[in-house]
């Protein structure tokens, strides 16, 4: 005759279970994506127009990145590294060049008028760009218009950008706008 086996007793697995699955998910921290902080432009109006905007050709900076991660600026191969005060030569245009941007006059509430760059960096990379050297571009673009809006700021109000006020702030951004235009990736893989 056949002895009967012992059944296990099993009916406290499953709370043990979800107790271990709880204290995972509230020890546990998950990595979270972080992108670029930059203002979007406001969604225009449906009844709108779109009209392409003429730039002169002095008054851009073209700053690409190829598929090697191999910088240009201007024209010319550069480091990461010379970026940053290309760019913001560039913006600021200090000696009044013919090959930088223009100045206009502009009214800037609680300044008065004041000479603004109509500089504008053109950033564009191709599809086998990486990531790294993507986010190390804007990084030292940002780099060069924060150190634009501190000498500014520096001049204006003896403070750096960073410790003014809202109200200032505003007014340091209407006299050096961030003024970024990012085209569309290159895919160079694709025969003509």
Request: overall charge neutral.
């Amino acid at each position: 005759m056949a002895r009967p086996t012992p059944e296990l007793n099993a009916s406290s697995m499953a709370d043990i279970s979800f107790l271990m699955l709880i204290f995972w998910l509230t020890t546990t921290t998950m990595n979270s994506d972080k992108g670029l902080q930059r203002r979007l432009p406001p969604i225009p109006p449906e009844d709108q127009k779109t009209e392409d905007i003429k730039v002169k050709e002095r008054n851009v900076i073209q700053v690409k990145i190829n598929q090697n991660d191999r910088i240009i600026a201007g024209g010319q191969i550069i480091n990461i590294e010379q970026l940053k005060d290309i760019v913001a030569d560039f913006i600021a245009n200090p000696t009044n060049s013919d090959s930088k941007p223009e100045k206009e006059t502009k009214n800037i509430e609680g300044l008065g008028e004041r000479q603004v760059s109509k500089g504008v960096v053109s950033l564009q990379n191709t599809r086998g760009t990486s990531y790294n050297s993507y986010l190390m571009v804007q990084n030292e673009l940002a780099k060069a218009f924060n150190q634009l809006r501190d000498d500014f700021a520096k001049a204006e109000f003896g403070k750096v950008y960073a410790s003014l006020d809202e109200d200032h702030q505003k007014m340091v951004r209407d006299a050096i706008p961030l003024s970024i235009s990012e085209a569309e990736p290159k895919d160079i893989t694709k025969k003509k």
